[in-house]
């Protein structure tokens, strides 16, 4: 089995997070560290769960669940904080990045991420494609998260390019959801990456 474009994409669209980027452990070790100062644990499955939402739902849900009196701003902040501090760990998902950088010039590319574009430019220069997209998409720049379909419909207005031609790979649950709503191509990248709670 290869991950291959399909026939009728015009434009490719690529969430960052557990596709392009092997990131989660770095996430899940930004995460523990923050809840070990808070006196508190951290349950990797909110992962899995909202894989694709942008940081302040974790932090909300952390802070509802751990029955923390910190702010959820300032738990992404010293999430951020901690993750920038590692972001020399993250390491690329080959068999993705590979078809990203053998697509790259002949077809349309953009990333659609719920990463902040803070988070998105840092990962992206470090595994140095941060110049190999058209358009970047972050959870700054929609209102709605995955998985409305916002991120990747602002994909395909940017690239100009119908919906319905537009290939997304990705990893996360939410992200296969608002691909589906958007009515593009899906592709799910977990056979051709580790899975980072299983590897």
């Given at each position: ?14 969430d ?36 694709g ?29 901690e993750?920038?501090?590692n ?23 953009a ?7 803070t ?10 494609i ?14 709605r998260h ?18 319905q ?5 990705e ?29």
């Amino acid at each position: 089995m290869k991950l291959e474009i399909h026939p009728n994409a015009k434009a490719l669209i690529f969430d960052l997070d557990g596709t392009l980027s092997d990131s989660l452990p770095v996430h899940i070790a930004s995460w523990r560290s923050v809840c070990a100062k808070l006196n508190c644990t951290f349950d990797e499955r909110i992962l899995v769960e909202l894989t694709g939402a942008p940081t302040i739902s974790f932090a909300e849900r952390i802070k509802r669940e751990q029955n923390l009196e910190i702010g959820a701003d300032e738990l992404v902040e010293m999430k951020q904080q901690e993750f920038r501090q590692n972001i020399n760990r993250i390491k690329p998902h080959g068999a993705v990045i590979e078809l990203m950088k053998n697509a790259h010039g002949k077809i349309p590319m953009a990333v659609g991420t719920g990463a902040s574009r803070t988070s998105a430019m840092m990962q992206m220069k470090e595994l140095d494609i941060d110049q190999l997209f058209d358009f970047i998409v972050t959870a700054d720049d929609v209102d709605r998260h995955k998985p409305e379909p916002d991120t990747f419909l602002k994909c395909a207005e940017m690239m100009n390019v119908e919906p319905q031609y537009c290939q997304v790979f990705e990893d996360g649950e939410l992200g296969m959801q608002a691909a589906q709503t958007a009515g593009m191509l899906l592709t799910d990248v977990r056979p051709f990456v580790a899975d980072p709670f299983t590897a």
